[in-house]
Every structure is written in structure tokens, then in C-alpha cells.
């Protein structure tokens, strides 16, 4: 049960700078031991519009951004207006008493005017510097963690840089201490660091963890952070990183590195994916694992460029015509993207097909605390049934139609075929994207065999039939016997959790939750036995159609007997799920759809 839980908002626009106030908090609190869910909510231009960064830290879970605010940093008007009325009671607003003026106010909230001109002297760019200080002191903090803070972000302009802005943080801390209640909840120094990352951080990592050598895409929000990260990092760790014209060389890249025998990863959104499926669809023929990450946005076309959603389900589903297996996972949060990823790779190793990650901007782009000790860079790598040049040489130790024929495409009982990398000796084979026989031979180019054909889909087919056995079912979070279970898929299995919580906690309402990460192959018979004993069932997605619950339907033949549906491009907060949920109980409704009462 957490003692310590607190949020803090800070708004402006686009060039006013929270980013840097928003690093600043979100390390110091991690250091301290404290969980974080951050989340920023901007538009998709460089100047201007309207940014706001919610930093949740708690000595607890911190599963999603909450329902309120405790201290609001406004740097300009129109942040005030917009977000004034989310702070509770004891919380505080700091502003620029020049620039901004308050509006009414909930009773406990208090008042924290900031003489920005006098504080701050002739540097006009250090208000949000000012803010964060008496933030600071008003929680509780020691200066000196400010004082590391700004000298680790401008070190690199020089001394007289940081002694500025260290003297210019330390008036706003010592103005905080004379002139401002202290803040009722202190941020305590739990004696261990956290390590702080984004998701996008978390899937690249990831990657790096499973091994992978190759690694392309073109930008697309919001996914561009995985580029970036690679990237950054590439020359250090040995990986070939390349920004392609379109989505449809990445993609081809991607199934050519893999062919090779490398790992090989892309990431994109929406849209790009639209031009990869083709190209998946090849990687399904010919057998080549390759995974790809979708870092699903508001659609369609270019949608809402910079807010989230999960509406590329159907699509993720139907990707490449045609039947053939492929793994598809969405990870519930930053650590399990991380985790997540090598545990794809040797899957889609294993059973030699593309693998595909669903995840979108809220986990992608926000940002969360960790345990190093939680990020294992050397995970067990599986690279399933795959022939090295350093490897068999000329033997074939898997046979074929005669001792010197190597059968790439072999019809086993298991469904997997022995894969050798180009250059092997011994081991040559066609690799194309028509029907083929075991050895690869194009059966259109003889006559179009249907036997060959049928038995060539069931190969491919058969090799599901043993992935479930690999991966983790889902389990029911909670009390067996509840009134209600909340049933979500990927992101939203945190601030489901916290609903549960709220319900029983608040509202004397007994849920329980099912979190659904593993997609395909899905967990059909387990999920069936867990909803089969569930009085009420609803779902929660971040989309208008309901897809999940129409794939729910299509696997198990379970229909949901209510559904929470956001889709206004931002992310559930807790409250929208525990009024949706009372609402649903006593039968006012059988679909919620909440809205954000802040316009962000």
C-alpha cells in the first residue's frame, strides 16, 4: 500500500521547454527509490498548441498517470484554465505572478504567486527552473539534488552556465521556504536508484538484449524513438542501423538481414505498417522470422500523429494475404516491452516466422521507473533449428529425398524444417515468395501441384500447434468470485489495475481484471475457463469498434456483457473506468464511452 503518491502537471506550449523540467523531476524521483508513470500529452507542431506532462511518483505502483493533480506548474494562461480544476484538495499551483492569473480554486488548494522578473533576473528562459526549485523544496527535496540535476544538463555550456542557473534555482527554493506552505506528502529518499526509461527505450533495449545486428525503419511517430536509440548506440554495440526511403524497403531490409541469419528488427505506426504487409507476407512463405514493432496511434490515414490508440488490431491480425502463422504480443507496460523482446526473437526463431509487437504511444512515449536489476541483458538466446557456416559443413543431418539433397522447406511432424543461412555447403536451396516444394523448387514452374500445395500450408500451419505450450497464459488478477471482471489488452492492463483497486477501495465493488497480452496464438481454452465463471464481463480498449472484443467473440465465442471504449486519442485515467463501471452495474448502460474533461 503506497504512503507517498503524488502528481504533478506542468503546461505550456511547444517551445516553452517541459522536457527539461519534466528529466529533471522524473530523475530525481527515481533516484530517490520512487515509482514514476509519466505521460506527456502534446501536438504534432514545434511551436505553439498546447503540451502537458503529468510526472506520477509513489513509494507504490505508480500503474498510470491518476485522476488528479497535486502540484500544477502552468507556464502560460491557458494551462491554468485548462487544468486548475484537477488539483485536490492540499495541492498547489506555481506560477508567474506577471504573466498568469489564478482562477477559482477547491477549497485546500493553495496559491504559490512566483516573482518571476525578480527571481530570475536578466535570464528570461529560467522560469520553469524557478518552478521546479520551489517544487522541489515545497516536497521535501534537499537543494543539492537540484543543484546535480543542473549541473549534469549544462556542464557542457561551462561553469558560468551552471553557476547561473544554480543561483537562479536557489531563489525560487529559498522564496518556496519563505512564502509557501510545505506540501502535505514528502518525497522520501528510499535509499535505492531506479532506472528511468521510455518505451520506446525499453523496445530497443530489447532488441539489443535478444542480439540484434540489423535494425532499420523509416521515422513515423510515434515510434522514431527506437530508431533513435539505436542509432545513438549502434557503432558502440556493433549493429547496423539504416534510415530506409519508406516502409516497404524497411521492411524488405528487415526479411533480407534475417535471411542471412542475423537479427533483424523494425519499428513503425500505423501507417507505415500499411506498407510493410506485403513484405510480411513473404516473410511468412518463405519462413524467415523477422520481428516488427507497431507503435499503434489515432487513425486512420495520418490520424492524430501524437496520441494514442488501439485500433490497428484488425490490421496487425490481417496483415499479408493469405494463411500463415505469425506471434503476435502486446507488452502491458515499459518493462515487459523490454522483456518482451527477446523472448519474441526466440519464438519467431524457433518456429521460423514473423513476429509482430503491438504497442502504442502510451507506453512508447511515456515514461516509466525501474529496477536495474529487472533489465537482464543476457537473456537465454534460442535460435531453434538454424545452420551456421561454422556449423554441419557439408553433412545434412536432417535428410532428404537423397543424401546430397538439403529440403529447406522439409515436411515434418513438427511443422519446422531445418533453416541454413546462404553460404552454407551443401545446404542450397531457392528462397522465393511462390508456393514451393521442400526444396524450394516453385511448383508453378512444373505445374501447379495442389497435393504439394495443400501439404505446404499445413506445414507452415502445423508449426502453432506447439507456441502456446512456450508462452505464458494469461491469469486472473483479483478474487475469483467478483461482481464485475475488467478484461484489457496491452497498455491498459495498468490503469485497469487501478480501477480494480478504486472499485474496491471507493465504491465497494469487487472486481477482478484479465489482462490479455499474447494475441496470437491465443490462449483460447484458459480464457474460456476464466470468463466462463465471470458474472459480468466487460471490456476496456483504446479503440471505437471494440476490436478485441470482437476477437474475443471470433476465438472463444464469449460476447462481453458490457464495454468501455476510448478513442478521443488519450489515454484512460482510472476514474473513467470506475464510473464507467458503475454505471454498467446497475444497468443505466451497456457501452461507456469516457471523455477527457480536460480538453489536452
Not at 528562459?125 to 546535480?148: R, S, Y
Not at 477482478?512 to 474460456?528: G, M, R, S, Y
Request: proline letters at 5%.
Amino acid at each position: 500500500m503506497a504512503t507517498v503518491d503524488f502528481a504533478i502537471g506542468i503546461g505550456g506550449e511547444a517551445g516553452q521547454g517541459i522536457a527539461t523540467p519534466g528529466d529533471i523531476l522524473a530523475r530525481i524521483f527515481a533516484r530517490r527509490g520512487l515509482n514514476l508513470n509519466a505521460y506527456n500529452a502534446y501536438q504534432s507542431i514545434i511551436r505553439g498548441g498546447h503540451t502537458f506532462l503529468t510526472i506520477r511518483a509513489s513509494d507504490g505502483p505508480a500503474r498510470s498517470m491518476g485522476d488528479k493533480l497535486d502540484v500544477l506548474i502552468p507556464l502560460n494562461q491557458d494551462t491554468m484554465d485548462r487544468h486548475l480544476k484537477l488539483l485536490r484538495a492540499g495541492a498547489c499551483v506555481l506560477f508567474d505572478v506577471d504573466k498568469i492569473k489564478p482562477g477559482a480554486v477547491a477549497a485546500g488548494v493553495q496559491i504559490c504567486p512566483l516573482p518571476m522578473k525578480q527571481l530570475v533576473g536578466t535570464n528570461k528562459l529560467a522560469g520553469n527552473t524557478v518552478a521546479i526549485a520551489a517544487t522541489l523544496q515545497m516536497l521535501g527535496v534537499e537543494f543539492k539534488a537540484m543543484e546535480d540535476a543542473l549541473e549534469r544538463i549544462f556542464k557542457r555550456k561551462g561553469d558560468a552556465v551552471v553557476a547561473e542557473n544554480v543561483g537562479i534555482a536557489r531563489a525560487g527554493y529559498d522564496y518556496a521556504a519563505a512564502n509557501f506552505k510545505a506540501f502535505p506528502v514528502k518525497a522520501p529518499n528510499l535509499g535505492k536508484g531506479n532506472a528511468v526509461l521510455t518505451g520506446n527505450m525499453a523496445l530497443a533495449m530489447g532488441g539489443i538484449a535478444a542480439g540484434v545486428k540489423f535494425y532499420a525503419a523509416y521515422p513515423m511517430s510515434p515510434s522514431t524513438g527506437v530508431l533513435m536509440y539505436m542509432a545513438s548506440h549502434a557503432r558502440q554495440l556493433g549493429i547496423m542501423v539504416r534510415q530506409v526511403e519508406d516502409e516497404i524497403g524497411v521492411m524488405n531490409m528487415v526479411i533480407g538481414a534475417a535471411h542471412s541469419g542475423c537479427r533483424s528488427m523494425c519499428a513503425t505506426s500505423g501507417g507505415g505498417f500499411a506498407l510493410m504487409t506485403e513484405a510480411i507476407g513473404m516473410a511468412g512463405m518463405i519462413e524467415t522470422p523477422t520481428v516488427c514493432i507497431d507503435v499503434q496511434r489515432a487513425g486512420p490515414a495520418t490520424g492524430v500523429p501524437t496520441k494514442t490508440e488501439q485500433g490497428d488490431l484488425w490490421q496487425v491480425l490481417g496483415a499479408g494475404q493469405g494463411d500463415f502463422p505469425r506471434i503476435i504480443v502486446a507488452p502491458t507496460d515499459q518493462l515487459d516491452a523490454f522483456k518482451t523482446i527477446p523472448e519474441l526473437f526466440n519464438l519467431c526463431d524457433k518456429y521460423q516466422c514473423p513476429g509482430l509487437v503491438l504497442t502504442d504511444l502510451l507506453i512508447s512515449e511515456g515514461t516509466a521507473s525501474v529496477d536495474p536489476k529487472e533489465l537482464n541483458f543476457k537473456p537465454k538466446i534460442d535460435r531453434g533449428e538454424l545452420i551456421l557456416p561454422n556449423g554441419n559443413g557439408d553433412a545434412n543431418p536432417f535428410g532428404g529425398a537423397n543424401d546430397n539433397a538439403y529440403l529447406r522447406y522439409k515436411l515434418t511432424e513438427s511443422g519446422i524444417s531445418p533453416r541454413a543461412v546462404p553460404g552454407v555447403p551443401g545446404h542450397i536451396h531457392v528462397a522465393a515468395t511462390d508456393e514451393h516444394d521442400e526444396d524450394g523448387t516453385l511448383i508453378s514452374d512444373e505445374f501447379t501441384n495442389p497435393t504439394k500445395r495443400r501439404l505446404m500450408v499445413e506445414k507452415r500451419a502445423r508449426k502453432m500447434e506447439t507456441v502456446l505450450a512456450q508462452i505464458a497464459p494469461p491469469k486472473l488478477v483479483g478474487p475469483e468470485h467478483a461482481a464485475v471482471t475488467l478484461v484489457g489488452w496491452g497498455s491498459t492492463e495498468g490503469v485497469i489495475r487501478e480501477a480494480v483497486e478504486k472499485l474496491a477501495g471507493e465504491e465497494g465493488i469487487v472486481a477482478n481484471q484479465l489482462a490479455i497480452k499474447w494475441i496470437v496464438p491465443f490462449h483460447a481454452e484458459e480464457v474460456t475457463r476464466i470468463l466462463s465463471r465471470s458474472k459480468k464481463i466487460i471490456i476496456i480498449e483504446n479503440n471505437f469498434s471494440g476490436q478485441f472484443a470482437r476477437y474475443l467473440r471470433s476465438e472463444t465465442g464469449i460476447a462481453a456483457h458490457g464495454h468501455i471504449r476510448k478513442y478521443d486519442g488519450e489515454p484512460f485515467m482510472p476514474h473513467h473506468i470506475v464510473n464507467a463501471v458503475k454505471e454498467q452495474l446497475i444497468g443505466k448502460t451497456e457501452l461507456s464511452v469516457p471523455h477527457h474533461e480536460i480538453h489536452v
